[in-house]
């Protein structure tokens, strides 16, 4: 069983939506942090938001106000709401679960999904 899921990927255009699940197994549940990262071709994998176990949560600065993490227990699922999309969005998302210590840099995760592709089109 792979310990994270991720769906919800697609194509859209400028100044539209997308949601992003991530279906979390009994291996990454009880996690500190849930987090978000995504990787543009030829970029960096750079984070993009996290939630922590007690509900505190932050965003990298270029989605701030755009974008919303969050997290369904009942359904062990993390989310990410995706709003007013731009061209620079465009990317494979990953979901994330690690801990103790959270942020948005990748050394606080251990736990990976395989990732799926946004594609925000002008």
């Known amino acids: 069983q792979m310990p994270l899921v991720e769906s919800g990927g697609g194509s859209v255009q400028a100044g539209g939506s997308l949601r992003l699940s991530c279906a979390v197994s009994?291996?990454?549940?009880?996690?500190?942090?849930m987090g978000w990262f995504r990787q543009a071709p030829g970029k960096e994998r750079e984070g993009v938001a996290y939630l922590t176990r007690d509900g505190s949560m932050n965003y990298a600065d270029s989605v701030k106000g755009r974008f919303t993490i969050s997290r369904d227990y009942a359904k062990s699922t993390l989310y990410l709401q995706m709003n007013s999309l731009t061209p620079d969005d465009t990317a494979m998302y990953y979901c994330a679960a690690g801990g103790p210590s959270c942020g948005l840099d990748s050394v606080h995760y251990n736990y990976w999904g395989q990732g799926t592709q946004v594609t925000v089109s002008s």
């Open positions: 009994r291996y990454a549940y009880g996690r500190t942090c």
